[in-house]
């Protein structure tokens, strides 16, 4: 593994000219946020060594380098689930390489389902804790002390300071933002009325299948996290209707330019 992040970092290192110190994921759907980005350049997955390929649609899969909100940033258009068949070392693996260019910030967005009944279709929650119930942890196995602690503290997985500024600068620009606690599942089913009940019951507001994979390793790598879901179906009592990969991505880009707008104004001012 430590071999396989080296390799990867050395190539990125020796294409990017400035590496920045703030990542972006970008979930279904929430890929034209690239045209937000200025100066761009795009390396395509299936350039980077040991690199996976995302293999769903609206997953571009690119890492794309350029500047938004006048600050450098790299974006991945496009991630890895473990629903694709991956192993959660997989999943997770550009979060290393993310940690060994020695990224500091970590902005995540993701489409997902909302349980909280205050929810509408096309809102934007700021996500404040998770719940992971995915059936492997992305920390399972040999632990590489240079890579972080063998048990990571979670008790703030999402930036305080972010989060504070995410919900002044909606206050300032008038953009309705939710809050809440998001449930990470394998997927890829979308879930029954039961289970949107279950994961209701236990304290989630949204639920989706990625993210939380992620913002462990990025917490074990000791970055700084901050992550929005785009609300594109309804898991609420007499709300729940049938649903479709292609009505979550219509209803993601619909709400994305709000989503981009809150991004670009706190990586300004960061």
């Not at 909280?116 to 992305?138: K, T």
């Not at 994961?199 to 992550?227: C, Q, W, Y």
Request: hydrophobic residues 40%; proline residues 5%.
């Amino acid at each position: 593994m430590l071999e396989a992040i080296r390799q990867t970092s050395n190539y990125l290192k020796s294409k990017i000219e400035e590496i920045p110190n703030t990542a972006i994921i970008l979930g279904t759907g929430l890929g034209e946020l690239v045209h937000e980005i200025d100066n761009k350049q795009i390396i395509p997955y299936t350039e980077i060594p040991n690199f996976p390929i995302s293999t769903v649609e609206g997953h571009s899969g690119n890492l794309i380098i350029g500047t938004l909100g006048g600050k450098k940033i790299l974006a991945m258009q496009g991630r890895f689930h473990y629903y694709e068949g991956y192993s959660m070392q997989q999943v997770t693996f550009p979060i290393r390489i993310f940690q060994a260019l020695g990224i500091h910030y970590l902005f995540v967005s993701n489409a997902a389902g909302g349980m909280n009944p205050s929810f509408d279709i096309g809102d934007i929650m700021l996500i404040e804790d998770h719940i992971n119930l995915f059936p492997e942890h992305p920390l399972r196995g040999k632990n590489y002390d240079e890579l972080g602690t063998r048990f990571p503290d979670m008790s703030e997985a999402y930036d305080k300071k972010l989060r504070r500024m995410a919900m002044e600068i909606a206050k300032e620009k008038n953009i309705k933002l939710q809050h809440g606690v998001y449930v990470g599942v394998q997927g890829p089913t979308f879930e029954t009325p039961a289970e949107y009940h279950y994961f209701r019951t236990i304290g989630g507001d949204a639920v989706g299948m990625s993210t939380v994979p992620e913002v462990i390793v990025a917490n074990h790598a000791k970055m700084k996290v901050l992550a929005f879901s785009i609300i594109t179906d309804l898991g609420v009592i007499g709300k729940i209707v049938e649903v479709s990969h292609e009505d979550v991505q219509k209803a993601a880009k619909i709400a994305q330019p709000k989503m981009a707008f809150i991004m670009r104004e706190i990586i300004q001012r960061i």
